[in-house]
């Protein structure tokens, strides 16, 4: 913010243009409003809870509740295999991530039009809002992900095997890698939806689709493979299953479909980006 | 003296009645017809007239004005004049359509004071939070706690969530935010207008001091001639998007005080 742009041999702070460059990520000015992000996630914190009985213990009850009845129609009626891992783990890491990425997409979806009012009134980097929502969605992964690692010790402790591999280290870059695609997704349909709005109640319903395009419910080993294309199409299910891979120490994912899942991430991501900063600067004459 | 602010051909289009179509498949049917020179099937029709190139409404025609620092400007106008268009150009809030407006030092802008107030927080907490939103840092506003405080006047309720404070505390701890930045240019829409007789005061003499005193660059859009007299030196009269008249406030003042006994 502080270095200074020069127009025909004047020095400005800022010059305000009718268009701007295809892509001009600021991070530096991000930076700045560092802060901002920090308080965003505070007031998130404090206000989601507020005035309800159980507070934070919602973040563990939800997942709980999903994992009993995932547990019920997919492992006890479907019949459905786990790779080996005890069906609570297997079930209740899934719904963890993809709860996760779920709310990620939502958020960043919203941006716009949950923002309105705000962004209406006063300049900030939009991208504040996506970023805070990043991090605030990040306090009940934390949360479950300490529930997880109590229920598998609990496993170890009555014998049963299901001992994490040392790519288990990875986990903090699968959950950046969940964070950006998902937020990158959700940035192209928030810098949609300010025009159509339906696309938001398409959302809803595609989110629940997806997640059965995903290995959730199901382990990627048992997949025909003729269907395989399907997870190099869909980018989350990599990180998922490497995931799993790693903390219980089951089954394998090709290389070939990390590599190729961060390449479609990324590009995600950039058209993300692109959509979002060329929005952010007149959604506001259309919302 | 040195240019605070320079609007150079500054225009700003609006595209009326049809800009929303809200159907993705109308939107792609305009925009083949519109590509291969056809007349666009979803085209409003005004004034019975399919009117492909009358939907354009410029908001905001050629500004060009130039603003030294330690100005204290009055933007004035009747309704539909363009003056808030003119400051959320300046904020950033949305771009120009055309012209460049350049900046030279720190600008914060209000167009409403109290911007991202959560009822659920505190005081304290909003203060936070708004200071941040208007650009603040957290140690900076740490530092100007104190001040903050006790120029709102509700030290005793500070940490209380302010969805149970009346709206004039609302009002009063939000323009001690405000009132608290240190930024070079202070953009301001009618944010005077809070708070009882007293208070309104209290907050024109708090921008009158920091102006004169900091050499402050203020740009104020108001309806309250009395208060744009009070604070601005000079002042710019807008007219249909257009700028009618600049020069001392006094005499924008009168003029525009013709014209509306004029339309009369």
């Given amino acids: 913010m502080s270095d200074t742009i020069d127009v025909n041999g004047e020095k400005w702070d800022l010059v305000i243009k009718p268009k701007k460059k295809l892509f001009s990520l600021n991070l530096r000015e991000i930076y700045h409003y560092r802060d901002l992000v920090y308080l965003m996630i505070k007031r998130d914190f404090t206000t989601v809870y507020k005035q309800t009985i159980l507070g934070p213990l919602w973040f563990i009850v939800q997942p709980l509740i999903t994992t009993v009845m995932y547990g019920f129609v997919f492992g006890s009626l479907a019949k459905i295999p786990t790779d080996g891992i005890p069906q609570t783990l297997f079930y209740f890491s899934g719904t963890m991530l993809w709860g996760y990425f779920n709310a990620c997409i939502t958020s960043a979806t919203d941006t716009f039009s949950g923002n309105a ?6 300049y900030f980097p939009r991208l504040v809002m996506p970023i805070s929502k990043v991090f605030s969605n990040m306090i009940s992964l934390v949360i479950q992900f300490a529930t997880m690692l109590v229920i598998q010790g609990n496993f170890l402790l009555h014998g049963i095997k299901v001992y994490p591999t040392w790519w288990a280290l990875m986990a903090p870059l699968v959950i950046l890698w969940l964070a950006a695609f998902g937020t990158g997704f959700g940035m192209i349909i928030s810098s949609l939806t300010t025009k159509y709005r ?3 109640q398409v959302l809803s319903f595609g989110m629940s689709l997806w997640m059965y395009a995903t290995p959730i419910v199901y382990p990627l080993s048992r997949v025909p493979e003729k269907y395989k294309w399907v997870f190099y199409a869909n980018p989350v299910s990599a990180p998922i299953e490497f995931f799993r891979n790693s903390f219980f120490g089951s089954g394998n994912i090709s290389p070939s479909l990390i590599l190729s899942s961060i390449a479609l991430s990324a590009f995600v991501v950039f ?7 060329r929005n952010e600067r007149t959604f506001i004459d259309v919302a | 003296m040195s240019i605070a602010i320079r609007a150079s051909h500054v225009s700003k289009q609006y595209i009326l009645g049809v800009f929303n179509y809200d159907m993705f498949y109308k939107d792609m049917q305009s925009w083949i017809a519109r590509r ?11 004034e019975n007239q399919v009117a492909p190139g009358d939907r354009h409404f410029w908001a905001l025609r050629d500004i060009n004005f130039d603003v030294e620092q330690g100005d204290r400007i009055g933007i004035i106008g009747v309704n539909g ?29 209000l167009l409403e004071v109290g911007t991202g107030f959560h009822p659920e927080l505190t005081g304290r907490e909003n203060v936070y939070l708004n200071g941040a939103i ?10 100007k706690m104190d001040e903050i405080i006790e120029f709102s006047e509700i030290e005793q309720f500070i940490d209380t969530p302010v969805k149970r404070y009346s709206s004039g505390m609302y009002v009063r701890l939000a323009f001690a935010v405000a009132a608290s930045l240190d930024s070079d240019i202070l953009i301001a829409d009618e944010v005077l207008a809070v708070g009882d007789t007293g208070f309104q005061a209290k907050c024109l003499k708090k921008m009158n001091d920091v102006s004169k005193e900091q050499g402050r660059t203020i740009l104020y859009v108001s309806h309250m001639l009395a208060t744009v007299q009070t604070l601005c030196t000079k002042a710019i009269l807008l007219k249909k998007g257009q ?13 525009y005080t013709e014209m509306t006994n004029q339309s009369q």
């Fill in chain 1, 117 to 122: 009012g705000l962004f209406g009134k006063i």
């Fill in chain 2, 243 to 255: 700028m009618l008249m600049t020069g001392s406030s006094e005499d924008v003042i009168a003029k």
């Fill in chain 1, 271 to 277: 058209v993300g980006l692109v959509m979002f900063e």
């Fill in chain 2, 36 to 46: 291969f020179g056809r007349s666009d099937p979803h085209g409003k029709i005004i």
């Fill in chain 2, 81 to 109: 004049s363009g003056k808030s268009t003119l400051l959320k150009l300046f904020s950033r809030i949305t771009a120009p359509t055309e012209g460049t407006i350049y900046i030279r030092g720190k600008i914060s802008s």
């Fill in chain 1, 198 to 200: 339906d696309l938001r």
């Fill in chain 2, 134 to 143: 208007l650009g603040m840092k957290r140690r900076e506003i740490t530092r």
